[in-house]
Nanobody, 121 residues
Framework: VQLQASGGGLVQAGGSLRLSCAAS????????MGWFRRAPGKEREFVAV???????YYASSVKGRFTISRDNANNAVYLQMNILTPEDTAVYYC????????????????WGQGTQVTVSS
């Protein structure tokens, strides 16, 4: 599976962005699809995941502001980000897990190249 993330950019605090992740391969629907982020000087952290069965989980820091969704027909996963704050500034990565990875990045098999999100105050 090859992943290509896009949609990042510069936005003011309170604004919104929608990230997209396009996946290649015929088995997209069999993967749990997650979004992670890495802020400058920080560890990579879990943001959200939508499982192969459609269950959704969020990090507490984004719950209520971010929405993850997937489109199996088009091999894509999305992250709608609302009410952005400067603390959301990071490189965002989409990732695919064949196992029950959920919030553990070590359980993800494939990673996109990342897309930069910068939120100005």
């Amino acid at each position: 599976v090859q992943l290509q993330a896009s949609g990042g950019g510069l936005v003011q605090a309170g604004g919104s962005l929608r990230l997209s992740c396009a996946a290649s391969g015929r088995t997209f629907s069999s993967y749990n699809m997650g979004w992670f982020r890495r802020a400058p000087g920080k560890e990579r952290e879990f943001v959200a995941v939508v499982t192969r069965s459609g269950n959704i989980y969020y990090a507490s820091s984004v719950k209520g502001r971010f929405t993850i969704s997937r489109d199996n027909a088009n091999n894509a996963v999305y992250l709608q980000m609302n009410i952005l704050t400067p603390e959301d500034t990071a490189v965002y990565y989409c990732a695919a897990s064949a196992a029950a990875g959920l919030g553990d990045p070590s359980r993800y098999d494939y990673w996109g190249q990342g897309t930069q999100v910068t939120v100005s105050s």
